[in-house]
């Protein structure tokens, strides 16, 4: 496991957030934060990254969408910091009984096979750090797996094709094992400029795309015509965005935008103005604040396991693309 880990990402996100400028319209002027210019790329894999961040250079270049769970910042959120495959069956149980009713994206790609894999090869889901899925252009999946895992154990799997691992490449000396061989640094989303700016930060779950949201993705088919004029009004006030993030936490989520965004208040409080999503965003992710030097935004996850499912689904209102009506 990473050593440099606190399990108190609800804290650090709290902290993230208490930096932030409210986005309540009694603020008139946005107040901006000096803050470092980020680091545009990462140049290769760096497993001391926080997950989000060190796989970024075994993401293809083609792929538009990325998911990371970390569930090592799980355990230690549920208070299970030292759980692995080696843990009592009445731990394991208690912990997995747990994690569904957290933000994570996902439950692990390997649980579904655990009970072969544990039961052949002395290894499943528990002894994963943190997983990764991409899609888009290019689709696949990154493992990391803890220092002591057996990868041995792990390449034999691979060559029984267990589930997901028929074909899959391990990298025993990183502790890796990917859906295929990872690109070329300079082929992957580590050398796209700005994407490092993007990740890194302590979470259970990070979603990435490359992109803003169609309206009609979050709202519904149809629904831009209808609008009203207040809100096709802020919808024409955004500015263009080309990539987001949301990391979510154990009681708070924070979103990226890119630094400097000048319509990081009017992104915040689209979702007052525009159509309710199912969930509804307000309710599930609450109390938005902004901070445009950064483009940073805040929210309280009041319901957690909703917050994944809109993440999952793209219902975010903050990420809709610019209206050009």
Do not use: N
Not at 258 to 268: E, T, V
Request: some cysteine; hydrophobic content about 45%.
């Amino acid at each position: 496991m990473r050593g440099a880990r606190t399990g108190r990402s609800g804290l650090g996100a709290l902290v993230a957030c208490l930096l932030l400028v409210s986005a309540c319209s009694s603020d008139p002027e946005p107040v901006y934060q000096d803050s470092p210019e980020p680091q545009a790329v990462a140049t290769e894999y760096d497993a001391s990254l926080e997950p989000s961040a060190a796989v970024l250079s075994l993401v293809p270049e083609a792929a538009t969408t990325l998911e990371v769970t970390d569930f090592d910042q799980l355990r230690l959120v549920l208070g299970f910091g030292s759980l692995d495959g080696t843990s009592s069956p009445a731990d394991l149980a208690k912990f997995w009984r747990g994690a569904p009713r957290t933000a994570t994206l996902t439950l692990g790609l390997l649980r579904p096979f655990d009970e072969r894999l544990r039961g052949d090869f002395g290894i499943g889901q528990d002894d994963v750090a943190w997983e990764a899925s991409y899609a888009g252009g290019a689709t696949g999946w990154v493992l990391k797996f803890h220092d002591t895992a057996s990868m041995a154990a792990l390449q034999r799997a691979v060559r029984a094709g267990v589930g997901p691992l028929r074909g899959a490449v391990v990298d025993a000396d990183r502790h890796l094992v990917t859906s295929a061989e990872p690109p070329a640094v300079d082929g992957s989303w580590g050398a796209v400029d700005g994407m490092l700016s993007l990740v890194g930060r302590e979470a259970i779950s990070t979603y990435v795309e490359r992109s803003c949201l169609a309206f009609d993705t979050v709202f519904g088919d149809g629904m831009e015509d209808q609008l009203a004029d207040a809100p096709a009004s802020a919808l024409r006030a955004l500015d263009e965005l080309d990539a987001y993030s949301v990391a979510l936490g154990a009681e708070l989520a924070t979103v990226q935008l890119g630094p400097k965004r000048s319509d990081a208040f009017d992104r915040i409080r689209l979702a007052e103005v525009m159509p309710p999503t199912v969930p509804d965003f307000g309710v599930v992710m609450s109390r938005g604040v902004a901070d445009p030097s950064t483009g940073r935004l805040g929210y309280v996850l009041t319901d957690p396991v909703g917050a994944a499912e809109l993440t999952r689904a793209r219902l975010l209102p903050f990420a809709v693309c610019r209206g050009g009506f």
